[in-house]
């Protein structure tokens, strides 16, 4: 090989290593701040980083079961009580993370990575929930009570004409036996 070949290859060589670095980097971007994997990126973490991979599972799965709470939730104000008292957990974990004096530094810093990862998923699986028409089709409290009330006030009426119809009908008949 000439000294031209040599460089040219080496300089190729160099522009792979530098698109495999930045692959990785966007990777890990991804993983930190929640956001979904290809199955590209999934097998690359099997082969290289099976710890990550199994971190960004267990966060997909708190991702699914928080969706599924959503999809279970009544009113809108029942949505925001969930966002609310997930997040208020997250707080808390982050809290005694933080305030622990028997973790080292460095460990905190993972721990409150892995953390933020989680909130990233949940905050992104609320905002897609609250732009979705199930959000939309979600009655608000002050309207359930309306409803309940509005149909309360016409069972009592309906029971208060069956009432007075009898209360007639018992009145004929008296009437009549007179």
């Known amino acids: 090989m000439t000294q031209d070949e040599i460089l040219l290859d080496s300089l190729e060589r160099q522009a792979q290593t530098e698109r495999e670095r930045s692959a990785t980097s966007e990777l890990y971007t991804k993983l930190k701040t929640g956001g979904t994997l290809t199955e590209e990126e999934i097998a ?9 991979l199994a971190e960004y599972e267990k966060a997909q799965t708190e991702k699914k079961a928080y969706e599924n709470a959503l999809k279970n ?3 809108k104000e029942d949505v925001q009580r969930l966002k609310l008292n997930r997040m208020g ?11 622990n004096p028997y973790i080292p530094k460095d460990k905190k810093v993972v721990l409150m990575q892995r953390l ?20 939309e089709e979600l009655p608000e409290e002050q309207q359930l009570r309306r409803e309940a009330a509005d149909e309360s006030a016409e069972k009592m009426e309906q029971q ?4 007075q119809a009898e209360t007639t009908e018992d009145s004929k008949y008296d009437n009549k036996n007179k």
């Open 44 to 52: 690359y973490l099997k082969e290289h980083d099976p710890e990550a």
């Open 73 to 75: 939730c009544r009113t």
């Open 89 to 99: 957990s997250f707080a808390a974990q982050a809290k005694e993370i933080a305030s």
């Open 116 to 135: 933020n990862n989680e909130v990233c998923m949940i905050r992104d699986a609320h905002q897609a929930f609250e732009k979705s028409r199930a959000y």
């Open 160 to 163: 208060k004409d069956t009432e």
